[in-house]
């Protein structure tokens, strides 16, 4: 990103902040967000801005942003845009007829659809650019879409503000699975599919059957969802073009409809078996990518959580108790579970990793039972944590799973996990004294 466009919001944090960090120091920290965690730069200066102390209620109330940085259900969003096509529409709005104006705007990040419900004294023509304050977005089949209210205000701009040839609305960029990361627009992807399953959901009050599951290639694994039926089946290798990409509970997706094209391909390409297979991925590679499905990693563990041994659930919705009363439910009677809640580093980043009952009695060698008992003769369950922490601390551990990321990290939901060879007592000292040194 230019820096004379980082400038502005630079000085905004730089306010935010006082004297804490130099302009230097926040650009840096702001473009590593922005390039290397691929936040959206609202949420970037929030980041920053929280992260030091500062405060962010004098930040402006809206910010500008690319198409591709915008996200379902924002209810305030700013932009500009170029106007791709305008078209009329008349439809029945609680009896009465109404006319809208529907099409796709479009810029050098993304090409997304657009309704203007109030189209009265507003005229778009293919080709204009506009500045849209104050409209918002919902999602329709994986896709973000923006809306024009009564309170959203447009102005037209100088047509070159956005060249035409900027706006991405040519052909997918062809990446792989690994190169996949969130508001890409059209992308082209061959990859094998590991898993296919149905489900049925209501799309504006009508039903319709979708298709989800696994993609794989030798870069990495991604979830799917297929909105048309393409007769879709287990072990098939496909090329799809024209799949969109978006974030589902912080993993990166493959989205694809009628507007896609997909077609069975016949050439040497790793079986399913093989793509099966987990293979190490650096935590800096998760990262960078927004989160990843299926990933596996390797490292240390250096730090087992408050939160972690014998615990209460609410019977309810089997949220953590904490001292008997569910933050949902209030006082309930709980029922007994047993987790894991552990920080893994594997040199070039580090992951929140939950374990768990399952996986924590098979890393710690002991049952929920056991441990129940332990906890009754010695009339607390600290020791139960005091164990994790003998067991685990600065072990060497294999962990896989789907990696979430948001602006506190990543976290991954264990599947499978198994201590490797315990760590020497002189790579223990060396370890101490390298956290030491980095705080």
């Not at 100088?158 to 990446?175: C, F, H, L, N, R």
Request: net charge negative; glycine share 10%; with cysteine.
């Amino acid at each position: 990103m230019e820096e004379n466009k980082l400038a502005p919001h630079v000085q905004e944090i730089a306010r935010a902040l006082g004297d804490k960090l130099s302009e230097e120091e926040i650009e840096a920290e702001l473009r590593s967000y922005i390039e290397k965690y691929k936040l959206s730069i609202p949420v970037a200066k929030k980041t920053i801005v929280k992260k030091h102390g500062g405060d962010t209620s004098g930040f402006s109330a809206g910010f500008q942003r690319k198409l591709g940085e915008l996200r379902p259900n924002e209810p305030n969003v700013d932009f500009v845009a170029r106007v791709l096509t305008a078209n009329d529409k008349i439809i029945d709005a609680r009896g009465e007829k109404k006319k809208i104006v529907y099409g796709l705007f479009g810029d050098e990040s993304a090409t997304l659809p657009y309704t203007v419900w109030e189209p009265e004294g507003l005229e778009l023509d293919k080709g204009d650019v506009i500045s849209v304050k104050g409209a918002y977005t919902k999602e329709y089949k994986g896709r973000v879409e923006v809306h024009l209210g009564n309170r959203v205000t447009v102005r037209k701009e100088d047509p070159a503000t956005i060249e035409a040839s900027d706006v991405a609305q040519g052909p997918p960029k062809i990446v792989t699975i690994g190169q996949i990361r969130d508001s890409m627009g059209f992308v082209e992807v061959k990859a094998r599919i590991l898993s296919v399953e149905t489900r049925d959901v209501t799309v504006q009050g009508e039903s319709k059957t979708i298709y989800s599951g696994t993609l794989a290639d030798e870069s990495g694994k991604i979830q799917y969802t297929a909105w048309t039926d393409f007769k879709l089946k287990e072990g098939e290798l496909l090329k799809i073009s024209r799949g969109t990409v978006k974030s589902w509970r912080g993993i990166p997706q493959l989205n694809f409809d009628e507007r896609a094209d997909v077609q069975r391909v016949k050439e040497k390409f790793p079986t399913v078996e093989e793509l099966s297979k987990t293979s190490v991925t650096p935590l800096s590679d998760v990262a960078g990518r927004g989160g990843a499905a299926g990933v596996s990693v390797r490292g240390t563990v250096i730090e087992v959580r408050d939160g972690s041994g014998l615990i209460m659930r609410c019977p309810e919705c089997k949220r953590a108790l904490q001292k008997g009363t569910c933050k949902i439910h209030g006082q309930v009677e709980g029922y007994p579970d047993l987790r894991i809640k552990a920080v893994i580093d594997d040199g070039t980043g580090s992951v929140s990793a939950i374990f768990g009952r399952e996986l924590t009695e098979k890393l710690m060698g002991f049952s929920l039972e056991e441990c129940m008992e332990r906890a009754r003769q010695a009339m607390n369950s600290e020791g139960i944590k005091d164990s994790m922490d003998d067991a685990l601390l600065f072990r060497t551990i294999d962990a896989s799973g789907n990696v979430t990321a948001d602006t506190y990290g990543l976290s991954m939901i264990t599947k499978e996990a198994e201590l490797k060879t315990p760590k020497t007592k002189q790579d223990i000292e060396k370890l101490l004294v390298e956290l030491e040194e980095s705080r």
